[in-house]
């Protein structure tokens, strides 16, 4: 039994009273405390981890007004603050032992637009696509792109001065800010925008805080400016911490203050509103795809990229790419990278071409074309071809293969990871190729694997050194390593912090300022926080402060991964292996990407924060001095018996009496959970949360008691059968209201689906009846021509009339088919954890299936869930045990058979099953192929979850989200095209449309049947 963990890490006291006075005083925005919600943000996508005491998710910049006036009183002029975001810095930048505020939950408003001027105001938590998808009805793009953009926010990319491909003709997020609103430390709003100088003196003159501040980055940036424009780099690039080089224009008669907290860290107030300038939309885009023999030719050959006029050049490596083929995007890419007969593509430079005026961007287009062909014909400069395109699809999906880089690097096997600490170099473009040379010899004296990709026209390539940091001798590395990057960047002219800021880094700030001016620095942190009370540590120290530096050596996630046996690191290694890269906090409302982390918003209820919540209980577990492997196997073995329930019985009141166990708050993100395994091909690395969600609910419940409505829901596939012999008699009961109220209040179950009347067999009347012995004697011909069908409880019980067209549907182009006997799958009982019986389970439906396999004949299923568990959760549990079966989705068969001309056609549209299109992501081309082949048009729609899941959004607990999914993404297709127009692929979708608009639309399937 799995014991109660209770982290000895209590609260100070003050925090507590700081909270309970922060609601007294008004503030409106969440406040959590629990040790799950603060180890959610206690990590990034650095290697850093700190836990902080509390976080504040404020709805508005009143609510942070009222958070800093109130700790400006005695009682709490002590705690400090540190600003968060999006949370995917990759050097610790919002990372802090203190008190987070986090913007991205709720302040995500966009506020104004001005078409005509050019500009939009936007809350801090807006999300950088958010805004794009906003902005592109009105012909415009807030231009800075980065890697991280589907859930990077505003105030992050302006505390970073983000920026990222295309800056070398767009800028960094700096260049488009027009205005900025950020609340200061000691509650005072300072509103900054550009001014004439002569109104900065004046407001000089204020006797407050923020005179003060004026007065100081007046003095520091005019008296100092020689040594400035001496020491800054001539880069495309800023550093980071502060903009002392451009508060003031060039003749010095403009002064803007929002350059100084541009690029600041978060160390100098919280940024809550930004005025930001808007680009046009260029009317015409061209990618090229140029080829290299190494990486070496794709670096030296970037500047006369740069040189033809490109909007941006962009390279990765081999290693990169050869991720990428294994990843779910390279279906979408490979056709426009494809392999070069007889050479290696060992780089590729991707090259942009954006132009209001097409005859403007075909000339700079023919012109390289030409250089490149002659320089392949020539065999010169390691060209070895190229492709390009027009298609704005297509260049996306070259883009969303490029931005996935640094999560691809993750994805590498072993314990040694790439990971960031000196991954955003920069030095001037011309010096790129020399230094990346000496860099990778650097690397490659130390033994190490790396991948990299970058910004190569701005000089920015991003490099990932592969590591093990739990090795102590491979964590002290990192530190030499970054010292001697350090010592590299300045030898060529550059930086090491080219684009995604200091954090931890900023030990290096005084060496690279040198002495004066970090000194005025830390006078201008003086200025804005003279307590060091805003993200402490970050950039540098107010002046005459004794507080430190954070450090390259301060505490690591691999500290805490230690602790864990490699054995258990190994087995869990789907949550172990997320390194924060963020991917799951995808905003976007039609991705299918963790439907439970976009209508919550609460990081715990993502991948990333569930992979958290289950490495931590790992670590305490084992602290605890428990074999997670081997209670897993006890339980597996051993059936509990009464002892064991009366323990259950003993658990569960204490728990229900409020007893503290951390195994709760992960129980709690684990419900959460859908299920839907979107994460398993979305994220990069693979987090696979219903994989270890089933293990940990299988060991929480080793402790304590199972609801009711896990016993059904795991027990469907044995149930189902039994009440279908009596469906109208069942179906009576469970439409009367009062069954309907007994179960949401005794089960917690509510909507309860109808089973089919007529039954499967009432429907079928004996027809494709399967006997063994008999289909074992048929002729190769007739093997040929026949197709099974393998039953699931979903459709066979609660959707006879699709199992029935199915069949007619076989039958009508040409094939006898054949329905199998109905086995259980086993899915439902590893979706609640049920791990020994599923084990049973899959055992026998195995050795089935593996006989039916000799026949040599085509196995269908309808519901992609249950046909993929054969793939998936089969593999994992019974391993060899498993055999060779296979059982296909109908489409994945059927779009290689000819299909008959349809007589009567319409047009339709599909939403396909989120767990089946991110699987196979070939799904909904497959279908809109099996409709071409009958003379029939599909248009695909872009939805993500509809909210249902399974049984998820039959749990009560889960109602209100489940229609909020709905919501989301689902109701505008289905209510524009009308239902009896959509086609839903998944039995779940199907159901959902039923129960929130009354009318069920039809599986492709039966729009084909009815249309041959």
């Known amino acids: ?93 919002a990372l802090t032992e203190h008190v987070v505020v986090d913007l991205s939950r709720h302040m995500r408003g966009i506020l104004e637009i001005n078409v005509e001027q050019r500009w939009v105001r936007v809350q801090a938590g807006v999300i950088k696509d958010q805004l794009n998808a906003f902005l592109k009805p009105y012909g415009f793009f807030f231009a800075p792109d980065l890697s991280t953009s589907n859930r990077a926010t505003i105030g992050g990319m302006i505390n970073t001065d983000a920026s990222g491909q295309g800056s070398l003709v767009y800028g960094k997020t700096s260049d488009h800010v027009l205005a900025l609103k950020t609340v200061l430390i000691d509650g005072n709003i300072l509103k900054t925008h550009k001014m004439a100088t002569f109104e900065a003196e004046h407001r000089a003159e204020m006797p407050s805080s923020i005179g003060r501040i004026y007065r100081q980055v007046l003095d520091s940036c005019r008296t100092f400016r020689p040594q400035i424009i001496e020491k800054f780099p001539r880069l495309n690039r800023f550093l980071t911490g502060y903009d002392l080089e451009h508060v003031f224009n060039d003749d010095l008669t403009e002064f803007d203050l929002s350059r100084i907290i541009t690029g600041s860290e978060g160390s100098l107030g ?96 023919a012109a390289l074309t030409a250089k490149l062909d002659a320089a392949i ?20 999906n070259i883009y969303a293969m490029r931005k996935k880089a640094v999560g691809l690097l993750g994805n590498t096997q072993g314990a040694q990871k790439p990971i960031a600490f000196a991954e955003d170099t920069a030095v001037p473009p011309e010096n790129l190729a020399d230094f990346i040379m000496e860099f990778r010899a650097l690397l490659d004296s130390h033994g190490l694997h790396y991948g990299m990709f970058g910004h190569v026209d701005a000089g920015v390539l991003h490099v990932r050194p592969a590591l093990d940091l739990c090795d102590p001798e491979q964590e002290k590395l990192l530190r030499t390593i970054s010292d001697q990057v350090v010592a590299l960047t300045g030898k060529y002219g550059g930086l090491m912090w080219g684009e995604h800021g200091k954090g931890y880094r900023s030990e290096y700030g005084p060496a690279f300022f040198g002495d004066e001016l970090f000194n005025e620095l830390r006078k201008i942190k003086a200025a804005f926080d003279p307590r060091n009370r805003v993200n402490p540590g970050k950039i540098c120290t107010p002046y005459s402060s004794a507080d430190q530096l954070v450090s390259v050596d301060d505490q690591k996630r691999a500290w805490f991964d230690r602790q864990i046996p490699v054995a258990v690191k190994k ?112 994220c990069p690395v693979k987090v696979d949360v219903p994989s270890f969600r089933s293990r940990f609910l299988q060991l929480y419940h080793s402790r304590y008691l199972r609801p009711a409505k896990d016993y059904i829901v795991g027990n469907i596939e044995r149930t189902a059968p039994m009440l279908a012999k009596a469906p109208r008699l069942i179906n009576f009961v469970l439409k009367r209201k009062v069954t309907a109220a007994v179960l949401k209040k005794t089960v917690g179950y509510v909507d309860t689906p109808l089973l089919s009347v007529p039954t499967l067999a009432q429907l079928t009347a004996k027809q494709y009846q ?34 029935a067209d199915a069949l007619q549907l076989l039958a009508k182009i040409g094939f006898r088919p054949v329905l199998l006997p ?93 767990t089946e299109k991110t699987a196979l992501p070939s799904t909904e081309k497959a279908w809109q192929q099996i409709f071409i082949n009958a003379g029939m048009t599909l248009q695909t729609v872009p939805v993500g979850c509809c909210g249902m899941a399974g049984t ?29 127009n959509i086609l839903v692929t998944g039995f779940s979708c199907r159901s959902q449309v039923k129960r929130l608009t009354g009318d069920k639309p039809k599986h492709p399937l039966q729009a084909l049947l009815h249309s041959l």
């Not at 982290?7 to 005083?25: G, M, R, T, W, Y």
């Not at 509103?273 to 080829?291: D, G």
């Not at 793939?871 to 549990?877: A, F, S």
């Open 822 to 914: 109905f086995v259980p799958n086993g899915k439902p009982q590893h979706v609640k954890g049920f791990l020994r019986q599923f084990a049973e389970t899959a055992a026998t439906a195995a050795r089935f299936l593996n006989q039916l396999q000799q026949l040599n004949m085509p196995m269908l299923g309808l519901d992609a869930s249950l046909v993929l568990a054969y793939r998936d959760e089969y593999n994992k549990t019974l391993g060899a045990k498993r055999g060779d079966f296979q059982v296909h989705l109908l489409h994945e068969w059927l779009v290689q058979q000819p299909i008959p001309r349809a007589v009567n056609t319409a047009d339709y549209a599909l939403l396909a099953h989120c």
């Open 571 to 682: 087995s869990f290694d789907s949550s172990l292996n997320c390194n924060g890269n963020g991917q799951c906090f995808n905003y976007e409302e039609n991705s299918p990407m963790c439907p439970s982390s976009k209508v919550t918003r609460d990081r715990r209820h993502s991948p990333k924060g569930r992979a958290g919540l289950m490495r931590e209980w790992l670590r305490l577990t084992e602290l605890q001095g428990i074999d997670v492997l081997a209670e897993e196997q006890r339980i597996l073995v051993n059936k509990p018996g009464f002892s064991s329930l009366w323990q259950k019985i003993r658990n569960s009141l204490a728990k229900w009496q409020g007893a503290e166990d951390f195994s709760h708050e992960v129980m709690e993100a684990m419900e959460g959970c859908l299920a839907c395994k979107a994460c398993a091909s979305q």
């Open 1 to 93: 039994m799995i014991p109660k963990l209770t982290p000895e890490l209590a609260l100070d006291a003050s925090i507590i009273a700081f909270n309970k006075a922060l609601v007294a005083a008004g503030f409106s925005g969440d406040i959590e405390t629990s040790y799950g919600s603060r180890l959610a943000v206690a990590t990034d996508n650095s290697v850093y981890q700190a836990l902080p005491q509390a976080v504040l998710l404020p709805k508005s910049t009143d609510d942070v007004v009222i958070l800093t006036s109130l700790a400006q009183t005695s009682s709490f002029s002590h705690i400090k603050f540190s600003p968060r975001g999006g949370g995917t810095g990759t050097n610790g930048q």
């Open 952 to 980: 998820y959004g039959h749990e009560a607990q889960n109602l209100d989200n489940s229609k909020a999914l709905f919501n989301m993404s689902w109701r505008s297709p289905v209510e524009r095209f009308g239902v009896s």
């Open 377 to 396: 014909a020539d065999k010169t400069d390691g060209i070895i071809g190229y492709q390009l395109t027009y298609d704005g699809a297509a260049i996306s």
């Open 770 to 803: 399967f006997d063994l012995a008999m289909l074992q004697q048929l002729s190769p011909a007739k093997q040929a021509r026949t197709v099974l069908l393998v039953q699931d409880p979903f459709t066979s019980f609660y959707e006879a009339e699709l199992v």
């Open 270 to 365: 919280f940024v809550t509103e930004a005025k930001l300038n808007i680009t046009p939309i260029a009317k015409y885009k061209c990618l090229l795809n140029v080829k290299y023999d190494s990486f070496e030719s794709a670096l030296r050959n970037a500047p006369f990229l740069v040189a033809a006029e490109a909007t941006s050049v962009e390279t990765v490596d081999s290693k990169v790419l050869d991720l990428a083929r294994n990843d779910i995007i390279w279906h979408q890419v490979k056709e426009l990278i494809t392999d070069v007969p007889g050479t290696e593509m060992q780089g590729l430079n991707m090259v942009e071409y954006n132009s209001e005026e097409q005859s403007e961007m075909a000339r700079k287009i």
